[in-house]
């Protein structure tokens, strides 16, 4: 026999009304969410997600639209943003943008079309610059990357202090001639590259910067040419991790070795990080408080509407390895 919410009610204590309410991700007070949460655990309960999608025109899903899926920061995403919707009773659509602007516009439309709940979006510099002229029947959650000040609710790292920190933890084994390859298309790049540039000039030390497509592919081939210069640095940064693995890619296709030829460092503790010759020194992103996070903004945002746009910006942790030893 099949449960209902009627049943659910029974079981919670509660009205039918307030078990709508729930799973509709309305505003319940705390004590009756947890009952009826309880209830639709014991009951067995599972909602009828079409007829639902018929009375509410939304589709109790989430879309999350992501640049680049094979970076692991963004798979890590991702899963913590699927299990804070599990834990909500819905689904997450998930698209992945390549890094180009109009299959940006293709996934947006599509969110229009299939009546999503919410988006949690990492948008390019391009989109996001036209973001404040594009209008949503959904709120969208910004993620990773901002958008128009004080146009939709974010949440990121604080890149600017977490690229200053790797240039002050090279400054501080005695380091001077450092570079960076940073990545071309998002406003997280540009942050760090404004960190490390500021950090930089704050020591008398001269910038020297590089932009790259934030791919492993295209980092290497960009590495073999800074490691090939005869005045190459003494350290260099890779702005994310798919720029990081290509430059320890063109390292070994040069025959370098960190740190006795030069110095590296760069964002994103992967397991490779660790694991791969001497260990390289990175900033940890807290990914899973970052998923989490744009998740609970997006249910505040659906239950209230109205309230002004929010920003959460996270620490990084800087991650010493020896990559950046100092050659004796």
Same mark, same amino acid.
């Given at each position: 026999m099949s449960v209902g919410i009627k049943d659910v009610a029974v079981a919670a204590g509660v009205s039918p009304a307030t078990v709508s309410r729930v799973l509709a991700n309305r505003h319940v007070k705390p004590d009756l969410r947890e009952r009826v949460e309880t209830a639709i655990r014991l009951t067995g309960y599972r909602p009828n997600l079409s007829a639902r999608r018929l009375r509410s025109q939304h589709s109790n899903t989430i879309g999350l639209i992501v640049p680049d899926i094979r970076n692991p920061f963004f798979t890590a995403l991702s899963r913590a943003v699927e299990d804070a919707a599990y834990k909500a009773n819905m689904r997450v659509v998930l698209c992945n943008t390549d890094e180009n602007p109009s299959r940006e516009m293709m996934y947006l439309r599509l969110m229009q079309e299939e009546r999503v709940t919410g988006v949690i979006y990492a948008p390019t510099r391009?989109?996001?610059?036209?973001?404040?002229? #594009?209008?949503?029947?959904?709120?969208?959650? #910004?993620? $990773?990357?901002?958008? *128009?000040?004080?146009?939709?609710?974010?949440? /990121?790292? $604080?890149?600017?202090?977490?690229?200053?920190? #790797? /240039? %002050?933890?090279?400054?501080?084994?005695?380091?001077?001639?450092? !570079?960076?390859?940073?990545?071309?298309?998002?406003?997280?790049?540009?942050?760090?590259?404004?960190?490390?540039? %500021?950090?930089?000039?704050?020591?008398?030390?001269? *910038?020297?910067?590089?932009?790259?497509?934030?791919?492993?592919?295209?980092? +290497?081939?960009?590495?073999?040419?800074?490691?090939?210069?005869? $005045?190459? *640095?003494?350290?260099?940064?890779?702005?994310?991790?798919?720029?990081?693995? !290509?430059?320890?890619? +063109?390292?070994?296709? #040069? !025959?370098? %070795? +960190? *740190?006795?030829?030069?110095?590296?460092?760069?964002?994103?503790?992967?397991?490779?990080?660790?694991l791969m010759g001497p260990g390289f020194t990175v900033i940890e992103q807290p990914v899973a408080d970052i998923g989490h996070s744009a998740m609970r903004l997006l249910f505040e945002r659906i239950e209230t509407p109205d309230m002004a746009p929010r920003v959460i910006m996270l620490s990084g942790k800087l991650i010493e390895r020896n990559s950046t030893r100092k050659p004796c």
């Open positions: 391009e989109t996001a610059a036209q973001l404040d002229r #594009l209008a949503f029947d959904f709120p969208v959650v #910004l993620v $990773d990357r901002h958008g *128009p000040a004080g146009k939709h609710d974010s949440v /990121v790292l $604080d890149n600017r202090q977490a690229s200053a920190a #790797l /240039v %002050e933890h090279l400054c501080g084994r005695g380091f001077t001639h450092i !570079g960076g390859l940073f990545g071309n298309t998002s406003s997280t790049a540009r942050d760090r590259l404004g960190g490390y540039t %500021e950090a930089m000039s704050a020591h008398g030390l001269a *910038p020297r910067a590089d932009f790259v497509a934030p791919n492993p592919d295209a980092a +290497a081939v960009a590495a073999r040419d800074i490691l090939s210069r005869k $005045d190459r *640095p003494e350290a260099l940064i890779a702005s994310n991790g798919l720029i990081l693995l !290509g430059v320890v890619q +063109a390292m070994r296709e #040069l !025959g370098l %070795e +960190a *740190p006795k030829d030069i110095a590296i460092a760069g964002f994103d503790n992967e397991i490779w990080t660790a």
